[in-house]
T-cell receptor, first 117, second 114 residues
Framework: NAGVMQNPRHLVRRRGQEARLRCSPMKGHSHVYWYRQLPEEGLKFMVYLQKENIIDESGMPKERFSAEFPKEGPSILRIQQVVRGDSAAYFC???????????????FGSGTRLTVV | AQTVTQSQPEMSVQEAETVTLSCTYDTSESDYYLFWYKQPPSRQMILVIR??????QNATENRFSVNFQKAAKSFSLKISDSQLGDAAMYFCAYKEDSGYALNFGKGTSLLVTP
């Protein structure tokens, strides 16, 4: 059981470039959640996805950010035209299809640290 | 919106001693969950302990226990017999009973000295 796998672990992008962050949930988990951790802050919810569906993206910035979780393959968080303020750690969590998230049955990955220079 | 406040940016404890980390939260809900997560330098978010609001009994997990005061909206974490491996950032988090998003505090950095 490999846990939630996020890659890359570190990502450096120049202002204006695109960042693509990947998350492979735990085996048997079909629900994925993305969180962002700004420096000196706690994690903030961004988006909740199930396979091929965005359930709740209320925490996503309105522009430049998008997320997907295709039928096959990892979930992708995409940030277009990155700016310095996007520098943060981005975490992915997953949970099984039944509502075990009800009791907080999440497993977190180790995050991707994005640095925009 | 629910807010979670951790008023101690940093705490220090000697090995084998006991330390308590504070957390308060604001909600109008009666049913919810509270969590403490540990984030070591590896960045991995590790669930330490979980409390259901409808349970009056305080949760315990080995050396970790909580003091849940529902009326005061307080949820502190006590670490007994502290070990060097306990050094990490500790985050308090809140989740509505039927919700899925976790609301995190800003964290407390715990230093454990030999």
């Amino acid at each position: 059981n490999a846990g939630v796998m996020q890659n890359p672990r570190h990502l450096v992008r120049r202002r204006g470039q695109e960042a693509r962050l990947r998350c492979s949930p735990m085996k048997g988990h079909s629900h994925v959640y993305w969180y962002r951790q700004l420096p000196e802050e706690g994690l903030k919810f961004m988006v909740y996805l199930q396979k091929e569906n965005i359930i709740d993206e209320s925490g996503m910035p309105k522009e430049r950010f998008s997320a997907e979780f295709p039928k096959e393959g990892p979930s992708i968080l995409r940030i277009q035209q990155v700016v310095r303020g996007d520098s943060a750690a981005y975490f992915c969590a997953s949970s099984p299809p039944q509502r075990s998230y009800r009791d907080g049955g999440y497993t977190f990955g180790s995050g991707t640290r994005l640095t925009v220079v | 919106a629910q807010t979670v406040t951790q008023s101690q940016p940093e705490m220090s404890v000697q090995e084998a001693e006991t330390v308590t980390l504070s957390c308060t939260y604001d909600t109008s809900e009666s049913d919810y969950y509270l969590f403490w997560y540990k984030q070591p330098p590896s960045r991995q978010m590790i669930l330490v302990i979980r409390q259901e609001a409808y349970k009056q009994q305080n949760a315990t997990e080995n050396r970790f226990s909580v003091n849940f005061q529902k009326a005061a909206k307080s949820f502190s974490l006590k670490i007994s017999d502290s070990q060097l491996g306990d050094a990490a950032m500790y985050f308090c988090a809140y989740k509505e009973d039927s919700g899925y998003a976790l609301n995190f505090g800003k964290g407390t950095s715990l230093l454990v000295t030999p």
